[in-house]
Every structure is written in C-alpha cells, then in structure tokens.
C-alpha cells in the first residue's frame, strides 16, 4: 500500500502531555492518537503492530493446547457479587445500567464469565483438563491514566484460564503456560525478569509476574545482589532480622505540641527528628470470630505497611480473617488517627498490637502521644506498654512491611536485597476454589462428589465405606441395567404414585409399551439345544427329511430315517463296540432327527419293516467282522452291490443308502 493511500500523521514535536518516550514515540510516529483520558485510537501502523503481537501469542498458546474463545465485555453484575470481587475491585470495576435498571460491569477480567460458561457446557470430569484463552478489551476505571498505554481505561488483553481434575495436571498446565510466556516475550524481544507475585484482587495461591525493566515502571522489583531471589515489592520478603522490646530507655517521656502536622515529614522537620528514628501507627479495622475489632501495625517512619503480610501474619498469630483501613467518624471517635501512639493498642481490650522487628528496638523514639495535635519524644516499648508486651495473644511481632534497598536476603546467605523499577508484562497464577464455590457446580465422579481447586481444579472425594474402615464405597448396580428393561421401572414407579391422576399414572406405562415395541429382547447369543426326547424302550425320535446322494441318481428328498429301540442314539458318535451291538458302521454317524413332517404311512411302514431286529435288513448289512473281510476290494464291492440289489426288491434301498452314504453333520443348530 502507498503512503498517500494510508492514514500515518506523523508529528516533528513531542506532545505536551507525553511524559515518556514510549508514548512521545507512539504519537510521533502515527501508531496511535488519544481520544480522551485513557483510550486511544490505534492507527494503520498502530494496529498492524498490534496485530503481529496478537499472532505470536496465538501461535504459544495453540502450541501447549489451549483453545481459543471470545467472551462478552457486559458482564451481569450478580456474578461478580456471587464472588465478591465487587467489592475488592472497588472504585476501578466500571458499572453501568441498561434501561431497565439492570447493573452491568464492563469487565476487566473475565474469570466469572468462563467459570459459568465451563459450569453450563462440562458435565464430566472426563472433560478435562480444559484450557480456554481469548484477546478481548478489558475495562477499568483507572483513578489517574497516564504513561500513554500503560495506564488506560480500555485495552488490548490476553486471559488464559484452565480447568482440571487433579493437582498433577494442574502443575503441567502451569508450567505449560510458564513456558509459553517465556517464548512469547522472547520472540517479541522484550527484556524480562520472572518475579514471585501476589494475585491481589483475583486471589490465588502460588503467582509469577513477568516484568520489563524501565525506569518509568510503577511496580517495584526486589532482587537479591547474589542472583537467587526476585519478587515484587508486594510479595518480597525479608531476612532474620533481631528485635528487643525491653531496651532501656533513652530519656524522660517528653510531651510536644504539633497542630495540624499529622504526617512523618513534616511532623519530623518540626520535632527535628529523622523518620528513621520515628514510630508509624496505623489502625485497621478486624473481622474476626474473636471479640478482636481493631488491628494495630507499627513500623519505622521510613517504611511502609505491607497490607498483604500484615493480613497474613494477624491470621496466623490472632486468627483475624480480613482487615481493612478506613478513615471514618467511627474509627476517628475511639482513635486520634495521625496522632496514634502504640501504647493505646494495650490499653484498649478489644484491640491488638502487631510490630515490625525493626520497630521493635530499643533507643530513641519519637510517635504519637494518642491525642489530637501531639506527640511524644523518648518512647520506651517496656516503660509504656507495660507487662502486655508478654502476651502472645494481645501483641506479636512479625515481618509487615515492604521490602527496602539494604535489607538481608530471605535466603539468608548474606545477601542484600536490590530495588529496581520495572512494567508488569505477563502474569500467571493459580486462581483457587473462591470462584468455582460460587457460580460453578460440582462435578461427579462413579458417583462421588468432586470438589474445585486451585486454578479450576476439580479434586475427587473419597467417600469412606460404612463397613470398611477407610476404604471406597462400591459402586452401584443401577447402571449394570439393561436398556430395555428401564422402562419396566418407570412403569413401576409411575404406577406407585398416588393423587396425580390416572391419565398421568398410565401415560409413562403407555410409552413405555412403546419403546419395548420399537426395541424387542435380544435373542440369546447361544440359542438353546434340541429338546431332550422321553426316555424309554418306545421313544420315536422325529424324523428328519435327507437328501438322495447324488452318486445313486436320487432326487429330492427321500423317505424319513428311523431306528429301533435298540439303535444308537440320534446325534452322538458310537464307538466300535456300540456299532457292533446295533449293526452299523461305527465309521458313519447317525444323522441327526429334527423334521417332523413324515407321512403316517412312512411311519407306519418303517416301523413294520423293524418290528423284528432279526429280519431287519439294517443289522445284516453292518454285522461283517473286521478279520471275515481278508479278500479284496473288488469282491467287497460285488457283494454290496448283490445286497443293495436284494434290498432294492424289498423297498427300502432309500433310507438305508442314506444311513449309510452320507455323512452326520454337526448336531450344534448354529453349524
């Protein structure tokens, strides 16, 4: 394309408004140009950058499996109150209501909206693992936008999110997208460094943020000169540090009036003290399930309170479930806030004391004197508090603040701690249950309930067995049920129900008759035997309808087979012995009877012909002994040739041949 055929207004000046050389570039350039406080319009070169840096990310993220979605930028406001992410967010969740007085978040994440899309469209732990991610604008009402696009209100974001069934698929997933990230900021040949992260708002256990180093960063990156450790400034923690609270003190308490100067600096320009040798005090208000209401956190006037550690450490030391700093009549009508002194935490029963290890140290110290407009210079910790100091319910001291240049190494080997500004380019973590109790149901695995976990996990339950110790309960036997034979028990249970009506009751037995038509009983898959005939001197056999050999010209079926009582029995193979006593070949066996379509007369004249076994031509024909048969085959088969002659004149030549020439066949009804 030609430039005169494109939109690129370049500019020879910096803009007035652009403090970085990022944004002064961005502009300079034509990529992209500010509409209002925080949104811009992304211009041909603009969005063409954009794009290229969406592609990479969709070629990473293709590449570990996950599969590519786009989600709404309305959000109903009840999802975000079922989490309660309303109100961690605060003043930055944009809200808005349609004409019909319905609240409306533009999202600035979208994790309550895949969670109920996963809770409606996942049925089976055997959906998972599942990984979803989408690029979609995001929202948030940025208090102050500046930087040019690293601070807006409206915004280009990659969110991956995934689901699974234990913590070992879990922990591949994470190290999937760990590595994804990696080759996505090396392809774009971006500068990084990989920090431990708290998850704020979203919450989360275990967090990694990829940061760029700039000296325009709002993020702090805390990294040990040694090349062992790196966290943000939020989660970055501290070495052994030694404390004392029964230092002598260092003079008289000595009581100075400071009207209007609630702040560290000025306080301390003022009294002529350095903030280091100050004691900062701030009250938070506490949930708990003890009588405890207020929190009470002192560190050196030259650092700050790290609230993500202090709410740690008053769970674990007080069992305080949330904390909370606010500044309101209620809390200005018990405290002198601005002018708070540590001393009032152990006077006030339903209050506890936490102390940061650098605070809690003898020498001079100057704080607040707990009234309006004064402080106090010479502070003793032993002197003012008193005996309170030794009760571990009332007063605890831990590491509640942020991590400063100077400060020992958590590894402990000697190294001190680095700080750096830096940009957050990428983050990962490990979402939680917080989500999935709410908006998303429980999945079920043979019957047992399966609980969420971290990042989406689903964890099966065992459920203990009533008769064995420890172990699993078997498993039902409803499922081993045949198809058809379902609709016999809804017919059953609908025929049990009283007071709905007799139209209602027959209904489901009526479509029941119906699916049993539709899908008839199976045939079993070995049909059943012949039928085992009476026993006995006088049981007939049916007869069976045989085919004339093809060697004697016959055609059709010949005259039914038959035997006398004292013949083999149809259908089993006799031995020489038996052939011997019945007078046949023990070579040939009887065919087996299935046909009983015989004529009377056919029946009748059989069984004359073989009233009489010693007239019976059948016993003459089989009674050769193997040694009487020492002449040839020619005379063997001159002899057979008089017999079959002879019994041609009597009529019988047919079913005797037949016994004879042809082969038995199997007796099974499917061979």
């Not at 996950?66 to 003043?91: C, I």
């Not at 693992?129 to 696009?149: A, C, N, V």
């Not at 908006?439 to 067995?465: E, K, M, S, T």
């Not at 007239?615 to 020619?634: C, M």
Request: net charge positive; hydrophobic share 35%.
């Amino acid at each position: 394309m030609r430039w005169t055929q494109t939109l690129i207004p370049t500019q020879k000046e910096n803009p007035a408004d652009a403090q970085i050389v990022s944004h002064q570039l961005m502009i300079r350039a034509g990529l992209i140009r500010q509409l209002t406080a925080g949104a811009y319009d992304f211009l041909p070169l603009g969005l063409r950058s954009l794009q290229k840096a969406a592609a990479i990310v969709r070629e990473e993220m293709n590449g570990i499996g996950a599969a590519e979605v786009l989600l709404p930028a309305l959000q109903p406001f009840e999802l975000w109150q079922q989490t309660g992410r309303d109100k961690s967010y605060g003043e930055n969740l944009m809200r808005l209501k349609d004409r019909h007085g319905r609240q409306i978040v533009l999202g600035p994440t979208h994790e309550e909206v895949i969670t109920e899309m996963v809770r409606a469209c996942v049925s089976s732990y055997r959906q998972l693992p599942l990984s979803l991610y989408q690029i979609q604008t995001k929202f948030r009402d940025e208090f102050r936008p500046r930087f040019g696009l690293l601070r807006v209100r409206e915004f280009l974001m990659k969110d991956a999110y995934s689901f699974h069934a234990t913590l070992a698929s879990l922990d591949k997933t994470y190290d999937d997208m760990y590595g994804a990230y990696q080759r996505i900021f090396t392809r774009c040949g971006i500068p990084f460094v990989v920090v431990e992260a708290e998850s704020g708002p979203i919450g989360g256990s275990a967090s990694h943020e990829f940061m760029a180093a700039c000296a325009a960063g709002e993020d702090v990156i805390v990294t040990s000169d040694k090349g062992n450790y790196a966290a943000n400034v939020e989660k970055a923690e501290t070495g052994e540090r030694p404390w004392t609270l029964s230092a002598e003190p260092s003079g008289a308490l000595e009581k100075v009036h400071t009207p209007g100067l609630p702040g560290i600096d000025d306080v301390g320009k003022f009294m002529k003290v350095k903030p280091k040798n100050m004691l900062k005090t701030l009250v938070f208000q506490a949930q708990s399930p003890t009588p405890v209401k207020w929190l009470v956190a002192v560190v050196r006037g030259d650092h700050d309170v790290n609230e993500t550690k202090l709410a740690k450490a008053a769970k674990e030391k007080f069992g305080i479930t949330s904390i909370q700093l606010n500044d309101t009549p209620e809390v200005r009508q018990q405290w002198a806030i601005g002018f708070v002194g540590p001393d009032a935490a152990t006077k006030a029963p339903d209050a506890v004391l936490m102390i940061d290890p650098d605070a809690a140290q003898g020498g001079f110290w100057a704080t607040g004197a707990n009234q309006a407009d004064y402080h106090v210079k010479h502070f003793n910790w032993f002197r003012e508090c008193g005996d309170q100091l030794a009760n571990p319910a009332r007063v605890g001291v831990a590491d509640v603040r942020n991590a400063a240049s100077g400060d020992p190494s958590p590894k402990n080997d000697g190294g001190k701690l680095v700080t750096s500004k830096g940009i957050e380019i990428g983050h990962v973590f490990k979402l939680g249950t917080r989500l999935l109790r709410g908006p998303v149901r429980q999945l079920h695995r043979r019957g047992r309930p399966a609980a969420a976990d971290d990042h989406g996990l689903l964890r099966h339950r065992r459920r203990p067995h009533p008769h064995r110790g420890g172990g699993v309960a078997p498993r039902r036997q409803g499922h081993r049920l045949a198809r058809r034979h379902r609709p016999l028990l809804r017919d059953h249970h609908a025929r049990e129900v009283r007071g709905r009506g007799e139209a209602r009751r027959r209904r489901p037995a009526r479509q029941a008759q119906r699916r049993r038509n539709r899908h008839p009983p199976r045939r079993p898959r070995c049909p059943p035997r012949r039928e085992v005939h009476r026993r006995g001197s006088d049981r007939v056999p049916p007869p069976r309808q045989h085919r004339r050999p093809r060697a004697e010209g016959g055609q059709g079926r010949t005259e039914a087979a038959d035997f006398s009582a004292s013949g083999p029995r149809p259908g089993r193979r006799i031995g020489r012995a038996g052939a011997e006593r019945a007078g046949v070949n023990a070579e040939r066996r009887p065919a087996p009877i299935s046909s009983r379509r015989a004529q009377s007369e056919e029946e009748q004249l059989e069984r004359e012909l073989f009233a009489d076994p010693e007239e019976a031509v059948l016993p003459s024909l089989g009674a050769f002994e193997e040694e009487d048969l020492d002449f040839g085959d020619g005379e063997v088969k001159r002899l057979l040739k008089e017999g079959e002659a002879s019994i041609r004149k009597e009529g019988t030549l047919d079913g005797t041949e037949a016994f004879l020439g042809r082969r038995q066949r199997r007796t099974h009804p499917r061979g």
